[in-house]
């Protein structure tokens, strides 16, 4: 089982940005690819973004592509993701898991604690 600990949110002013980290441990994520999910309130829980294992292949939804990057250092088993030009509709908790493959974001483990991010107008 890998453990996912979310980190990196806070409150940040329409325009903003804030980079998040996924910090992993327990059974290696060694070959995997990793994706972002977020949560609104009231809102079911969404894919945002995946990176493959090398990190060639990124995948974003519709509604952060051009503004977020996700990328990870797979020597501090990390993953990260930038997020730029943030708008009150990116508040949520966002959270990190192992994905089969970029395109594919069905999460492969427990979900983590995720962080907070609230974005003010």
């Known amino acids: 089982q890998v453990q996912l600990v979310e980190s990196g949110g806070g409150l940040v002013q329409t325009g903003g940005s804030l980079r998040l980290s996924c910090a992993t441990s327990?059974?290696?994520?060694?070959?995997?690819?990793m994706g972002w999910f977020r949560q609104a309130p009231g809102k079911e829980r969404e894919f945002v973004a995946g990176?493959?294992?090398?990190?060639?292949?990124?995948g974003y939804a519709d509604s952060v592509n051009g503004r977020f990057t996700i990328s990870r250092d797979n020597a501090k088993n990390t993953i990260y993701l930038e997020m730029n030009s943030l708008k009150p509709e990116d508040t949520a908790v966002y959270y990190c898991?192992?994905?089969?493959?970029?395109?594919?974001?069905?999460?492969?483990?427990?979900w983590g604690q995720g962080t907070l991010v609230t974005v003010s107008s």
């Open positions: 327990g059974r290696t994520f060694s070959g995997y690819a």
């Open positions: 898991n192992r994905i089969p493959k970029v395109g594919s974001p069905q999460a492969l483990d427990a």
């Open positions: 990176i493959s294992w090398i990190g060639l292949t990124k």
